[in-house]
């Protein structure tokens, strides 16, 4: 058993693969060669947002976007403890200081209540009301990156409302969620800017690394595709910003256009990979199955639950050879690169309680019933 079956994929679309690797090969312009724009313009289309951007990696997009707002020293950016490190680094890369805000406890998604408290806590230089790192003094508040964790979009109607109010730009961090929906939209058009990941575990992933960054905002969307290739102007020997080289590959693109046909055939086998988890293991009452609130759709990048006892059913599930993972085992408010924010573990107690509950099972479109069957069976043994 796989914790993601990747295998299983690849046969299926075997010969489509194979196909458009030859026809780069043929053509031979392995950068920014068509498929790039036929690869932007699918998944435009699919997300309903006029502008997609495609780069290098998932990081690279959120970098990008960050660029494409002049972030920089003295901003403020709220995101949550509880996700990969990447949405919080591309912050410090710039300069600027995260201000970290904690989770709900069953969507793992930023707490727009959390939100509002540590937005105004630092307008209103008052770290009684909200957890504000180090240096808050001289901070101003920019933007806001929620994160759509384990594919469940985080609730943009609430949080877009605060940005309003506050005059914050909104980048979705749709890395795990692209293939999700919130009340009818797809990921990736829920914020001004959106940023998502095609490495290979994620919903949609390619054979090394890509990403995209998705906005309906035509002059944001110059500025990203100027920053992607070094800040070019009228070419890419006119440099009128500071850029980076975030181009994505061409052979990547081919490759995502080749499991972007199944791809939505495989949100659905995904939902009900995911329903059958949900009838095996909710009954038993031990384990928190993922919650979906109502008007969400998951992509399912992950399937994750809690229980006090992890660690024995982390031991069983390994004893049986059922592969398992922890996301995110330490918040990176507690990370060592994050010491110099000068936060204490307690400051976000939902993120460090769900650190040490929290477990990953298989999950990916092919995952058999019996698998999951033995993997229930072998939970409830551990259980009783
Ligand atoms: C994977 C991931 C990223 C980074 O994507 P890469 O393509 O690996 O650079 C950013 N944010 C989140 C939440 C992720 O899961």
């Not at 006892?309 to 069983?316: E, S």
Request: glycine share 8%.
């Amino acid at each position: 058993m796989q914790f993601i079956d990747l295998k299983q994929q690849q046969e299926r679309i075997h010969g489509r693969l194979m196909e458009n690797i030859s026809t780069v090969l043929a053509h031979g312009q392995y950068i920014m060669g068509p498929e790039i724009r036929e690869l932007e313009k699918r998944l435009a289309e699919y997300t309903g947002v006029k502008h997609a951007v495609s780069c290098a990696s998932g990081t690279d997009a959120l970098l990008m976007a960050l660029m494409a707002y002049n972030v920089g020293p003295g901003d403020a950016i709220f995101t949550t403890p509880f996700t990969f490190v990447a949405t919080a680094e591309v912050i410090s890369l710039l300069g600027a200081t995260p201000v970290f805000v904690d989770i709900e406890p069953d969507t793992f998604n930023m707490d727009p209540a959390r939100l509002e408290d540590a937005v105004a806590a630092l307008e209103g230089r008052s770290p009684g009301r909200h957890p504000l790192p180090a240096g808050f003094e001289n901070l101003t508040p920019r933007g806001i990156i929620p994160v759509d964790l384990f594919g469940q979009c985080a609730d943009y109607g609430k949080i877009n409302k605060i940005a309003k109010e506050h005059g914050l730009f909104v980048i979705e961090d749709a890395a795990q969620s692209f293939g999700g929906e919130y009340q009818g939209a797809k990921a990736c058009s829920l914020a001004h800017v959106a940023a998502t990941s095609f490495f290979p575990a994620k919903p949609l992933g390619c054979y090394g690394d890509g990403g995209m960054v998705f906005t309906d905002d035509d002059a944001l969307a110059a500025k990203l595709d100027s920053i992607r290739v070094h800040g070019k102007g009228s070419d890419k020997y006119d440099n009128v910003r500071i850029g980076i080289n975030g181009r994505c590959d061409t052979l990547q693109a081919a490759i995502l256009l080749a499991k972007f046909e199944i791809f939505p055939e495989e949100i659905e086998l995904r939902q009900e990979v995911a329903r059958r988890y949900n009838a095996l293991l909710g009954a038993s009452g031990k384990v928190a199955c993922p919650v979906v609130r109502p008007g969400y759709r998951s992509a399912w990048a992950q399937y994750s639950v809690l229980c006090a006892k992890r660690d024995a059913l982390l031991d069983a599930l390994k004893d049986s050879k059922i592969p398992t993972a922890v996301y995110y085992p330490k918040p990176l408010h507690v990370q060592g690169a994050y010491a110099y924010l000068g936060y204490r573990g307690g400051d976000f107690p939902v993120s460090m309680k769900s650190a040490s509950d929290i477990f990953s099972l298989p999950m990916h479109p092919y995952l058999a019933e019996q698998d999951q069957a033995r993997i229930a069976e072998v939970l409830k043994k551990a259980l009783s």
